[in-house]
């Protein structure tokens, strides 16, 4: 709201639709606060949102913070019926959805009006937003985000990629996630302008974008990169070659991945972003200015701080060989998990979150992950990372892309043993037994793929995540039959 007094005339949102000003958005947010009033919206209720990539879903989205109210922002097809659990959870006061046969209000009842109404009063400490996470470690859960927590999220994303406010930055991820919530509250905060656009599936509406709104900034997760990829036929630099800055989150760049924007964006700042929903964009690498660390994530963003502690939450001196968790402290930090006090209490301490995530550091303050606490294979009483098995397949130029899962040692000697999914590179016909033999210079024996399967593509989850319970399904289907 302070920039719409003082940036009043500066374009803060560009829709397909679109194109709003800080002054504009100010009046919109004012007067959609006080029409969510009258349907008996105030302090401390809940209400959910189904995400869109327009200025009505922005300016009531922040309309509600600003009576001090509770968003949950769904994905923008949900319907009442596909929401009935949560609706039941969270008992909210009003339910707003995208389609008028889905059950709820839309976003139609709200008219552009001089109405206006007085901030809510509640601190920094109040709940702001519950959202929800991926499930990729199991059943979703709802993080609660205090107002405190989101000014430090936004202002991670603003210092760990040198967000600036003259950055026209474009928008590409899915509303209701935390990675493009996140950003986009940044951008807002920071003062520069969001352009807000449905994926990138459109090559054509993408270079549009880029052009039209001058767009020096992208923000997308790796899976879409890979798509661009092949959409300008392994020439990115066609299409971005224009930017200032890319940035990246939800999962790792992969290795190869980075060598080609290395190659074709030479003089783009490149970033690499980690976070989490309970915890949002603490690390941050600068891709192009650290080639000789192509498998870390990065370094702890100014004000968090990142330790590697094992599973008494004691810090550890870590190394390749010796991994631990990520114990992350900072502001942004979730207030815990809604309804879940057992769940929350294994993860948040003193402040501090303590991730699912494995990794070590190393002596300059690069972090490397290892995969998730699940996902890290107990092969014979090593710990095996499924990362390290992937970024070594990827160096092999029939590899287009993998992923590494582990099962049970079908001869019940190791525990378990890894299964790598392949797509081949469409460069030349794929043959396990290359890649096994190319594999076979590199890993050490225990870590050999016990199969490796050749599949059309790789199961992600709709951030772009390797999905790899689905392939564990895949692998027990193909087992028992």
Same mark, same amino acid.
């Given at each position: 709201m302070y920039h719409g007094k003082h940036l009043s005339d500066k374009t803060a949102l560009i829709t397909d639709s679109s194109k709003v000003t800080y002054g504009e958005l100010r009046k919109k947010i004012l007067s959609y606060a006080a029409q969510l009033l009258e349907y008996g919206v105030k302090?401390?209720?809940?209400?959910?949102?189904?995400?869109?990539?327009?200025?009505?879903?922005?300016s009531v989205y922040f309309a509600v913070h600003w009576l001090g109210a509770v968003s949950i922002v769904v994905e923008r097809n949900a319907t009442e019926l596909s929401l009935s659990p949560l609706l039941q959870e969270l008992l909210p006061?009003?339910?707003?959805?995208?389609?008028?046969?889905?059950?709820?209000?839309?976003?139609?009842?709200?008219?552009?009006?001089?109405?206006?109404?007085?901030? =809510?009063?509640?601190?920094?400490?109040?709940?702001?937003?519950? %959202?929800?996470?991926?499930?990729?470690?199991?059943?979703?859960?709802?993080?609660?985000?205090?107002?405190?927590?989101?000014?430090?999220?936004?202002?991670?994303?603003?210092? *760990?990629?040198?967000?600036?406010?003259?950055?026209?930055?474009?928008?590409?991820?899915?509303?209701?996630?935390?990675? *493009?919530?996140?950003?986009? !509250?940044?951008?807002l905060y920071k003062g520069s302008t969001a352009i807000l656009?449905?994926?990138?599936?459109?090559?054509?509406?993408?270079?549009?974008?880029?052009?039209?709104?001058?767009?020096?900034? %992208?923000?997308?997760?790796?899976?879409? %990169?890979?798509?661009?990829?092949?959409?300008?036929?392994?020439?990115?630099?066609?299409? %971005?070659?224009?930017?200032? $800055?890319?940035?990246?989150?939800?999962?790792?760049?992969?290795?190869?991945?980075?060598?080609?924007?290395?190659?074709?964006?030479?003089?783009?700042?490149?970033?690499?972003?980690? =976070?989490?929903?309970?915890?949002?964009?603490?690390?941050?690498?600068?891709?192009?200015?650290?080639?000789? $660390?192509?498998?870390?994530? *990065?370094?702890?963003?100014?004000?968090?701080?990142?330790?590697?502690?094992?599973?008494?939450?004691?810090?550890?001196?870590?190394s390749r060989n010796r991994i631990g968790h990520l114990a992350i402290c900072g502001d942004m930090n979730m207030v815990g998990y809604f309804n879940d006090n057992q769940a929350t209490e294994q993860i948040l301490?003193?402040?501090?979150?303590?991730?699912?995530?494995?990794?070590?550091?190393?002596?300059? =303050?690069?972090?490397?992950?290892? *995969? !998730?606490?699940?996902?890290?294979?107990?092969?014979?009483?090593?710990?095996?990372?499924?990362?390290?098995?992937e970024n070594t397949a990827l160096d092999n130029e029939g590899v287009s892309e993998c992923a590494c899962i582990g099962v049970e040692d079908p001869e019940g000697v190791r525990g378990h043993v890894p299964v790598l999914f392949v797509v081949g590179s469409g460069n030349q016909r794929f043959s396990d037994s290359v890649l096994k033999e190319y594999l076979g210079k590199y890993l050490e024996h225990y870590k050999m793929p016990y199969q490796i399967i050749e599949v059309k593509e790789i199961p992600k989850n709709y951030v772009g995540k390797i999905d790899r319970k689905h392939l564990s399904e895949l692998w027990q289907s193909m087992n028992n039959k």
């Open positions: 302090n401390g209720d809940k209400v959910i949102l189904a995400a869109d990539y327009s200025e009505r879903f922005v006061e009003l339910l707003i959805l995208n389609h008028s046969d889905s059950g709820g209000k839309t976003y139609e009842i709200f008219q552009d009006t001089d109405g206006s109404c007085s901030k =809510g009063t509640f601190t920094a400490s109040a709940w702001a937003d519950i %959202l929800y996470t991926t499930g990729t470690t199991g059943t979703p859960k709802g993080v609660i985000l205090s107002h405190k927590n989101e000014v430090a999220g936004a202002c991670n994303v603003i210092n *760990g990629g040198k967000m600036e406010q003259n950055d026209r930055n474009l928008l590409t991820m899915p509303l209701h996630h935390a990675f *493009g919530l996140t950003t986009l !509250r940044a951008v656009q449905d994926g990138i599936a459109s090559l054509k509406k993408m270079n549009q974008n880029i052009r039209k709104n001058r767009c020096n900034s %992208l923000y997308l997760v790796p899976a879409a %990169l890979r798509i661009l990829y092949f959409q300008t036929r392994q020439r990115l630099d066609l299409l %971005l070659g224009t930017l200032d $800055k890319i940035e990246f989150c939800t999962s790792p760049l992969d290795k190869k991945m980075r060598l080609v924007l290395s190659e074709q964006l030479k003089g783009i700042r490149l970033y690499n972003s980690y =976070g989490a929903t309970e915890s949002a964009r603490t690390v941050y690498m600068r891709l192009d200015q650290n080639m000789d $660390k192509l498998d870390a994530i *990065g370094q702890a963003v100014q004000n968090v701080s990142v330790h590697i502690v094992d599973e008494a939450h004691q810090v550890i001196v870590s301490e003193d402040g501090i979150f303590y991730s699912e995530d494995l990794g070590y550091m190393d002596e300059d =303050g690069y972090i490397y992950l290892a *995969g !998730r606490n699940n996902d890290v294979m107990n092969i014979g009483g090593e710990k095996v990372s499924p990362l390290e098995i």
